[in-house]
């Protein structure tokens, strides 16, 4: 059962991590470990590794930048910032994710469900 | 015997990334190990253990996998996969070319010593046994399938494949010499394209500049027979309106070609093409001369034609 239920997880998680980044950016800047460990204490990513891959293709994709400041230890850290593209593909993020949890929440019947 | 699982160390760790990872553009390779081990050094400072940080970073295969999976993908793109079999079938059409006029130059083949010489004949044979005339059209024929095989391989594999191939057909063309060898050249043009175009490793950002002096070196080059033409013209050595109308041509090839006109690639290609026919048909003076030529239009065309337009759709794909 527990399996099952990690398999259904992992897969929605997968489609939306991006966007979780993109949500986690947008109330600050945050260097790689910062946000890996928010990231994992969710329990939106499994391993902390594979955010790296992911954050590349987004700077690639020009939904974030990055810029290299001081952190409090006086050694440079890599910061990764939302852009204004990233912004935008948030917001629609935002509205698609409300409608299908919606629709989904419409189709299963609300909380209890009705059929099993 | 039972398997044990141990946490790599933090340079173990990097090095099998930084391994996995050996198919993917060079930046982009380097740019992963680096946040990773930035992250160790973070998480280091932060008071945690070497161990508690490799397993919280998940194997390193799991975090190779999604990079592969692109690259390899990008590898599947259509004008990735239009580019392969356009190459892959220049190089039938090239190396069945290249076996067919190799085998019915008879002086060449003399030279080349591969068959008794009191056997010249007006067959196409030359009065070999049909079975040596047979086999060694199959050798050579078997050249052009070498190279063309990697445009249906594996893209990991083709890789590897495509230069050896590109290299076999460099030393082919080498040891041939200037007689038969030449006939070679556009096979081994070929090779080394397709040698290139399965080179996964090369990002976006290396094709775009590698096209850029592709584009420079291409114009000037396709505006040097036309220069030669000009001075053939001045000195009064060539007659006709032949000249003229190359001129003309080569000119608007080149000037095109440098401002990466659609037309003037096709019309490169096409020039090339009849250029390397008109050097068989006529087997005149400046046999070589026209063949090579031939070649160079061809090929610079051709590239054009596979890889200036990709620029555009790689641009319009990344709007989207």
Same mark, same amino acid.
């Given at each position: 059962?527990?399996?099952?239920?990690?398999?259904?997880?992992?897969?929605?998680?997968?489609?939306?991590?991006?966007?979780?980044?993109?949500?986690?950016?947008?109330?600050?800047?945050?260097?790689?470990?910062?946000?890996?460990?928010?990231?994992?204490?969710?329990?939106?990513?499994?391993?902390?590794?594979?955010?790296?891959?992911?954050?590349?293709?987004?700077?690639?994709?020009?939904?974030?930048?990055?810029?290299?400041?001081?952190?409090?230890?006086?050694?440079?850290?890599?910061?990764?910032?939302?852009?204004?593209?990233?912004?935008?593909?948030?917001?629609?993020?935002?509205? *698609?994710?409300?409608?299908?949890?919606?629709?989904?929440?419409?189709?299963?019947?609300?909380?209890?469900?009705?059929?099993? | 015997?039972?398997? *044990?699982?141990?946490?790599?160390?933090?340079?173990?760790?990097?090095?099998?990334?930084?391994?996995?990872?050996?198919?993917?553009?060079?930046?982009?390779?380097?740019?992963?190990?680096?946040?990773?081990?930035?992250?160790?050094?973070?998480?280091?400072?932060?008071?945690?253990?070497?161990?508690?940080?490799?397993?919280?970073?998940?194997?390193?295969?799991?975090?190779?996998?999604?990079?592969?999976?692109?690259?390899?993908?990008?590898?599947?793109?259509?004008?990735?996969?239009?580019?392969?079999?356009?190459?892959?079938?220049?190089?039938?059409?090239?190396?069945?070319?290249?076996?067919?006029?190799?085998?019915?130059?008879?002086?060449?083949?003399?030279?080349?010593?591969?068959?008794?010489?009191?056997?010249?004949?007006?067959?196409?044979?030359?009065?070999?046994?049909?079975?040596?005339?047979?086999?060694?059209?199959?050798?050579?024929?078997?050249?052009?399938?070498?190279?063309?095989?990697?445009?249906?391989?594996?893209?990991?594999?083709?890789?590897?494949?495509?230069?050896?191939?590109?290299? *076999?057909?460099?030393?082919?063309?080498?040891?041939?010499?200037?007689?038969?060898?030449?006939?070679?050249?556009?096979?081994?043009?070929?090779?080394?394209?397709?040698?290139?175009?399965?080179?996964?490793?090369?990002?976006?950002?290396?094709?775009?500049?590698?096209?850029?002096?592709?584009?420079?070196?291409?114009?000037?080059?396709?505006?040097?027979?036309?220069?030669?033409?000009?001075?053939?013209?001045?000195?009064?050595?060539?007659?006709?309106?032949?000249?003229?109308?190359?001129?003309?041509?080569?000119?608007?090839?080149?000037?095109?070609?440098?401002?990466?006109?659609?037309?003037?690639?096709?019309?490169?290609?096409?020039?090339?093409?009849?250029?390397?026919?008109?050097?068989?048909?006529?087997?005149?003076?400046?046999?070589?001369?026209?063949?090579?030529?031939?070649?160079?239009?061809?090929?610079?065309?051709?590239?054009?034609?596979?890889?200036?337009?990709?620029?555009?759709?790689?641009?319009?794909?990344?709007?989207?």
């Amino acid at each position: 059962m527990f399996e099952q239920r990690e398999k259904i997880a992992t897969n929605i998680r997968k489609g939306v991590l991006e966007y979780c980044v993109l949500g986690s950016l947008s109330s600050g800047d945050k260097y790689g470990l910062e946000l890996a460990e928010q990231l994992t204490e969710l329990n939106l990513t499994a391993g902390e590794g594979s955010l790296y891959p992911l954050l590349a293709r987004m700077k690639a994709a020009g939904l974030v930048e990055t810029q290299w400041h001081e952190g409090g230890t006086g050694r440079k850290r890599k910061y990764y910032s939302i852009t204004a593209h990233g912004h935008q593909m948030l917001n629609e993020f935002r509205a *698609v994710w409300t409608e299908i949890a919606g629709q989904v929440e419409q189709i299963l019947g609300g909380q209890n469900g009705e059929g099993n | 015997m039972a398997k *044990v699982i141990e946490t790599p160390s933090v340079e173990e760790y990097l090095r099998e990334l930084n391994h996995l990872l050996r198919h993917v553009p060079v930046q982009l390779r380097h740019e992963l190990v680096a946040d990773i081990a930035e992250h160790i050094d973070e998480g280091r400072e932060q008071g945690r253990s070497d161990r508690e940080i490799v397993t919280a970073l998940g194997n390193a295969e799991s975090v190779a996998a999604p990079v592969l999976e692109e690259v390899l993908l990008r590898g599947a793109a259509p004008t990735m996969k239009r580019n392969r079999r356009v190459l892959g079938i220049v190089a039938i059409v090239t190396g069945l070319f290249a076996a067919i006029v190799s085998r019915s130059s008879d002086s060449t083949v003399i030279n080349m010593t591969f068959g008794p010489t009191e056997m010249q004949g007006a067959s196409i044979n030359y009065g070999y046994s049909d079975i040596f005339a047979a086999s060694q059209l199959l050798i050579f024929i078997s050249l052009g399938l070498m190279v063309a095989a990697s445009a249906v391989m594996r893209p990991r594999i083709a890789r590897s494949y495509s230069v050896a191939a590109a290299v *076999v057909m460099t030393v082919v063309v080498i040891i041939c010499g200037t007689g038969l060898g030449m006939f070679f050249v556009p096979s081994m043009v070929a090779a080394w394209l397709l040698a290139g175009v399965n080179n996964l490793k090369m990002g976006a950002d290396q094709r775009d500049r590698r096209s850029r002096t592709v584009r420079i070196v291409g114009g000037i080059a396709l505006l040097l027979p036309s220069s030669l033409a000009v001075a053939g013209i001045l000195s009064g050595s060539v007659l006709g309106v032949g000249p003229y109308i190359f001129v003309a041509l080569g000119l608007a090839c080149s000037v095109g070609y440098l401002k990466s006109f659609r037309f003037a690639q096709w019309l490169a290609c096409i020039t090339g093409g009849l250029l390397m026919v008109m050097a068989i048909i006529d087997q005149g003076m400046l046999m070589a001369a026209f063949w090579l030529g031939g070649i160079m239009y061809f090929f610079f065309g051709l590239y054009g034609l596979l890889w200036f337009s990709d620029r555009r759709a790689v641009s319009t794909t990344v709007l989207q």
